[in-house]
């Protein structure tokens, strides 16, 4: 691999918040104001983090936290479950003790006495990965079946 592959590719370092130029954290910051909605408009975050919106949609996309970028993983899963009350429920249970963060969700009508359902998760800490979780959504009582859809 050359040098100017390597430049072109993605690459991530993990950098100690205390040696980052003032903007990136203040980046971080307007995203972080944005998505726990305390702030509705990224010109509102940007006043209130004390950073220009040119700068903000600068790095917006390249600025992360550790955890927004490195710790979890998405997984999406498609199921198909009896008509039977209790059973989404179930499986959002499972879900959940499998620290799986539930992102989407759909629902089909149910058809001859099943639904599908597609649900995308992320994935905190943990071993898990998405054929163990495939594993843990068959063992629920009311799914028929499960099939991994994309794992990233």
């Excluded at 710790?71 to 039977?84: C, E, M, T």
Aim: charged share 25%; aromatic share 6%.
């Amino acid at each position: 691999m050359s040098d100017s592959d390597i430049r072109h590719s993605e690459r991530f370092a993990v950098v100690s918040c205390d040696v980052l130029p003032e903007v990136f954290l203040k980046v971080m910051e307007v995203k972080r104001l944005l998505a726990c909605g305390e702030e509705k408009s990224s010109a509102s975050a940007c006043k209130r983090a004390d950073i220009s919106r040119s700068a903000f949609y600068k790095y917006r996309d390249s600025v992360f936290t550790y955890e927004e970028k490195l710790k979890g993983r998405i997984v999406s899963l498609y199921a198909v479950l009896r008509d039977n009350p209790g059973v989404l429920s179930s499986l959002l249970s499972c879900l959940h003790k499998c620290n799986a963060n539930v992102l989407t969700l759909n629902q089909s009508v149910p058809i001859d006495g099943a639904a599908a359902v597609t649900v995308t998760v992320k994935l905190s800490g943990g071993p898990m990965d998405g054929a163990t979780l495939r594993k843990e959504v068959c063992s629920v009582e009311g799914v028929v079946e499960a099939r991994l859809i994309s794992e990233e």
